[in-house]
């Protein structure tokens, strides 16, 4: 059983910068696959970035792509995001996820966090 605590949210100006974070129980290292999703009201949840289990290739939603960064610390059993030049549609509940499989898709994760909201303001 794993356990994820997604922190770091809260509001931040247009343009400006904030780091999620995603504590795991267990050790999960890089034998997970690791992403994070968000959910902004009255929309579908979204698949914002991943960083697949072994060799850490990761992926990025066009929507966010050179503004986030994902990144893990296996000693520290944490996965992060950090994200630079925000902008109001940024603003939603960002959920972390892993699973064993190498999959990014939301289906595929097997364990979530409860979700840290940022909130953009203009």
């Known amino acids: 059983q794993v356990q994820l605590v997604e922190s770091g949210g809260g509001l931040v100006q247009v343009g400006g910068s904030m780091r999620l974070s995603c504590a795991a129980s267990?050790?999960?290292?890089?034998?997970?696959?690791k992403a994070w999703f968000r959910q902004a009201p009255g929309k579908e949840r979204e698949g914002v970035s991943c960083i697949r289990r072994s060799d850490g290739s990761t992926y990025y939603a066009d929507s966010v792509k050179g503004r986030l960064t994902i990144s893990r610390d296996n000693a520290k059993n944490t996965l992060y995001m950090e994200m630079n030049r925000l902008k109001p549609e940024d603003t939603a509940v960002y959920y972390c996820a892993t699973n064993l499989r190498r999959s990014c898709s939301s289906n595929a994760m097997d364990y979530w966090g409860r979700g840290t909201q940022v909130t953009v303001s203009s």
């Open positions: 267990g050790r999960t290292g890089n034998t997970y696959t």
